[in-house]
């Protein structure tokens, strides 16, 4: 969103919250005032309420004027502004959270020499998962700016855009919440300062998790997921090579060891004896 519209629908936005009732949650500001208040056009008033129509109000009544006002018994009543009713902007779709955006499925059909020699009808054709949907991604950004104040300022449309090549990647929602919160290394990001340009602040955020190509590196769900299976590997590694161990002393003749444990210790206490006597002489 252009930082002149969003000024414009603010103003907007004021005005409204201005002229409210908030015990009937109602509001009925004039064209007039809106344009004073934000200090623009008609259409861009109208474009301003158009889109708050969207997101937090409800149009309970038309504006009028005397002249086609339907009903009026005493024409001389003048204008009548439009009359909204204040609401909360919808929850979003519910997304999964340990997951990507919902990739699309592409068939990939043999062509028709395959077909010709499998020799049968057409053979099976294979599936391949593609690219996170559009659709997916958008609401997956639309949940991202619900839970956020800071990601509300920006368009869901603009926040699929910073976030589409992180999706594209594996990562999950909660990764992408996690990768705003912190850097690769675990650490919390500090500020002090209100976020001034919400769009900046993703980039610079994100940009902790790529690589030097530019290209996101593992997600931490990712990398817990790599670092237990590499756990699990070198646990599979150890059961193997004790299994082993156990397999190759099952072919040793027992007899044999023990015959050479006793000769080892005869061995042993010659020598201990043989020092003891010459210490005794000594």
């Not at 009544?61 to 009903?71: A, N, R, V, Y």
């Not at 920006?154 to 705003?180: E, K, N, P, Y």
Request: glycine fraction near 8%; proline fraction near 6%; include cysteine.
């Amino acid at each position: 969103m252009r930082a002149d519209r969003r000024a414009t629908i603010l103003a907007v936005a004021g005005e409204m919250a201005r002229v409210a009732e908030y015990g009937a949650m109602t509001s009925r500001p004039t064209r007039a005032a809106c344009e004073r208040a934000a200090g623009r056009a008609p259409r861009s008033v109208q474009r301003a309420w158009r889109w708050l129509e969207r997101q937090y109000a409800v149009v309970l009544q038309e504006g009028t004027t005397p002249q086609f006002s339907p009903g009026v018994l005493a024409p001389d009543d003048g204008n009548q502004a439009r009359l909204f009713r204040l609401v909360l902007p919808p929850e979003p779709e519910a997304v999964e959270l340990d997951d990507a955006p919902p990739r699309t499925t592409i068939l990939r059909f043999p062509s028709a020499c395959a077909r010709e020699a499998a020799g049968r009808g057409k053979p099976a054709s294979k599936r391949r998962s593609g690219l996170p949907t559009r659709a997916g991604m958008l609401r997956a950004a639309e949940w991202l700016r619900f839970r956020s104040a800071v990601l509300r300022r920006i368009s869901g449309r603009m926040l699929r855009s910073l976030l589409r090549r992180f999706w594209q990647a594996g990562w999950a929602v909660r990764d992408t919440l996690h990768g705003l919160d912190a850097p690769p290394d675990g650490r919390p990001h500090l500020h002090t300062d209100d976020v001034r340009d919400p769009a900046g602040w993703v980039k610079y955020r994100m940009s902790h998790w790529l690589d030097a190509d530019g290209r996101p590196g593992g997600s931490r769900s990712q990398q817990l997921a790599a670092a237990a299976s590499a756990q699990r590997a070198e646990q599979a590694a150890r059961r193997a090579a004790r299994a082993a161990a156990l397999k190759e002393a099952g072919k040793v003749d027992q007899a044999v060891m023990a015959g050479r444990a006793r000769e080892q210790l005869a061995e042993a206490l010659r020598r201990g004896g043989a020092r003891a006597v010459q210490v005794t002489h000594g």
